[in-house]
């Protein structure tokens, strides 16, 4: 099973991503939401991943964060949502906004996102109740921790906001503190 890849971006053809990792390149399908936040292509990248195995192939899918990772993880074991239809809810919603719309039992948002009809977005607000919500604030929220108090901690440092934010792009998410603030020092220096 492929866990997580890091890598070089070679291609990025929405919602495709290629990434060479040691010479070899990974196709995986990201949804939108991961897409846009992307480093350039030549960069440095590091995403969750998804393996599947199926009959007409093996697809890789990955992901920015856990929190992405597990909501789509929850998606695909609803009879009658595929990986496809997975992602295109993670690029219609962010994992927090899917949280909140069943939470509140919104229908309708659910059925903006293309290829979700009544009765998937009914099936989507029944078994998802409460299986998304512990997510959002425990995994979602120590990311987010460790990214925020290495860019607090270059700002202390004398950064200004327009260095520390284009540095914590090449930051992969879930590093810890103390080694993001250790690469973003390094590729301050080589600036």
């Given at each position: ?15 495709q991503?290629l990434?060479d ?18 480093p ?10 998804h ?25 695909v ?14 690029s219609?919603l ?10 509140r039992?919104e229908?309708g948002r ?6 979700i ?7 989507l607000l ?11 604030s425990?995994v979602?929220?120590?990311?987010e ?13 004398g950064y200004?906001d ?11 998410l879930?590093?810890?503190?103390s ?9 301050l220096s080589k600036?």
């Open positions: 099973m492929i866990g997580r890849l890091t890598g070089i971006v070679l291609e990025k053809n929405p919602p991503v990434i990792v040691q010479g070899m390149g990974y196709e995986v399908d990201v949804p939108m939401s991961t897409f846009y936040n992307l350039g292509i030549g960069e440095k990248v590091t995403l969750l991943t393996f599947v195995v199926r009959e007409e192939g093996h697809f890789l899918f990955g992901f920015a964060t856990q929190s992405e990772r597990f909501a789509f993880r929850q998606l074991k609803i009879s009658g949502v595929g990986a496809r239809m997975a992602l295109a809810v993670l219609g962010s994992v927090s906004d899917l949280a909140q719309t069943i939470s039992q229908i659910l059925i903006k996102v293309p290829g009809g009544k009765k998937t977005a009914e099936r029944l078994e998802l109740k409460g299986k998304l919500s512990e997510v959002t425990t979602a929220f120590a990311v921790d460790c990214q925020q108090d290495t860019l607090n901690a270059l700002l202390a440092l200004n327009r260095e520390a934010a284009a540095v914590m792009k090449h930051i992969p879930g590093t810890s503190t080694d993001g603030i250790r690469q973003a020092l390094k590729l600036v």
